[in-house]
Structures are given as C-alpha cells and as structure tokens.
T-cell receptor
Framework: KNQVEQSPQSLIILEGKNCTLQ??????????LRWYKQDTGRGPVSLTI?????NTKSNGRYTATLDADTKQSSLHITASQLSDSASYIC????????????FGTGTRLQVFP | GAVVSQHPSRVICKSGTSVKIECRSL??????MFWYRQFPKQSLMLMAT?????????EQGVEKDKFLINHASLTLSTLTVTSAHPEDSSFYIC?????????????FGSGTQLSVL
C-alpha cells in the first residue's frame, strides 16, 4: 500500500533555531518527492521537488534530502523565522500512466520568539 | 512562475443550495487538475483527479453526484458542491500539474472556505 508518513506531527521551536522534519514513504514505483509549505487558510506553496537521482535540493533556508534506498526524506529549516510557522507537507508521486500523488499528513511547525 | 487561480476564496451559503468553485491555470495548460478537501489542522484529502475532456476519477468515499467536477478546457476545472449541507463546510483546494512526467510541477490554488448554514 502506498503511504507517506511524516514526523513529528507537530513541533515547537524558538526563533533562530534549526529543525528537521521527516518523511518516510512506501510508494512504488517512485517518481518524485515534493515538500510544500502551507500557511493556515492558504493553498500549499512548493518548496522543493526531487527525483530519485537527486539526494539534496535547497531553496533558501530550506534544504530537502532524499534517500531513495531507505525511502526517507527530510526537510531542514535553518535559522527559523516566525514566518516559518506553517504546516509542511510531503507529497510522493507514484509513476503510473498518470502520476498518482500520495500526501503525507503534514508536520505543523510553530516558531516562537 | 505558474499560477493557479481559485475563486471564490470564501463562500457562505444556505443549506440545500449549490456552490461552484473555479480553478484556473493562468499561464500554462494543465491536462490534470486535482481537488482536495481539508479540515482544520488536518492534511489535504484528495477528492478527485480531473483530466481535461474526460470524466473525473473520484477517490473512494467521495460522492460523485455530490461533488460534480468539470474539466472542460486545459485551463479550467470546476467543482460544484450540490445541495450543500453543513457537513460539507470545509476548505477546498485545487491543484494543477505543469510539465512532463517525472518533472511535473504541482501548483495549488489559494483555497476556498465553504461555510454552509
């Protein structure tokens, strides 16, 4: 069964600190993995997308890693800011005739001053 | 960059009425669009996959007669919530795929908050 699991479910950190969010998946055949940031009441915004041949991708203070062998990905946020408070969603595509997207349940991050 | 426009952003309606939500890809053609539902503090739940010119594929448990999806062109998909009831109140989001397989980019609309009184 295709599944995407994220941990932790929620996370509270202080402004300026780093944090790492995890995404484990059991999706086959694997096509790509995306990380999105979703502010409350808004649509998700893309952070990174990686195919199986890419093991790291950065977007500003966000760095995603992918280990296709262990089927794990992480999203590292450096020097967190208050505006990083949001839900972070991991989405894995299974490669069928048309890609099937499997969504993780998200990690809710709160950054406090 | 590619933009997906969704409107209305918020709608309040009486129970029993129908509500239409539009999702447009503004500067690219989207052969595939997706519709999601999201409850507070929960992740997105895929409702259906919409392909231009064909019938939508609904996820298990989603009533196709309740949630009518039309994808008449490469830039427009609509979701109509028919005979809405208070339990249909939710945040609805669309997304559209741009690009070729393996490198598609997925863009989301800004969402529609539906409140049924």
């Amino acid at each position: 069964k295709n599944q995407v699991e994220q941990s932790p479910q929620s996370l509270i950190i202080l402004e300026g600190k780093n944090c790492t969010l995890q995404c484990n998946y059991t999706v086959s055949p694997f096509s790509n993995l995306r990380w999105y940031k979703q502010d409350t009441g808004r649509g998700p915004v893309s952070l990174t997308i990686m195919t199986f041949s890419e093991n790291t991708k950065s977007n500003g203070r966000y760095t995603a890693t992918l280990d296709a062998d262990t089927k794990q990905s992480s999203l590292h946020i450096t020097a967190s800011q208050l505006s990083d408070s949001a839900s972070y969603i991991c989405v894995v595509s299974a490669s069928y005739n048309t890609d099937k997207l499997i969504f993780g349940t998200g990690t809710r991050l709160q950054v406090f001053p | 960059g590619a933009v997906v426009s969704q409107h209305p952003s918020r709608v309040i309606c009486k129970s029993g009425t129908s509500v239409k939500i539009e999702c447009r890809s503004l500067d690219f053609q989207a052969t595939t669009m997706f519709w999601y539902r999201q409850f507070p503090k929960q992740s997105l739940m895929l409702m259906a996959t919409s392909n231009e010119g064909s019938k939508a594929t609904y996820e298990q448990g989603v009533e196709k007669d309740k949630f009518l999806i039309n994808h008449a062109s490469l830039t427009l998909s609509t979701l109509t919530v028919t005979s809405a009831h208070p339990e249909d109140s939710s945040f609805y989001i669309c997304s559209a795929l741009e690009g070729w397989q393996g490198r598609e980019k997925l863009f989301f609309g800004s969402g529609t908050q539906l409140s049924v009184l």
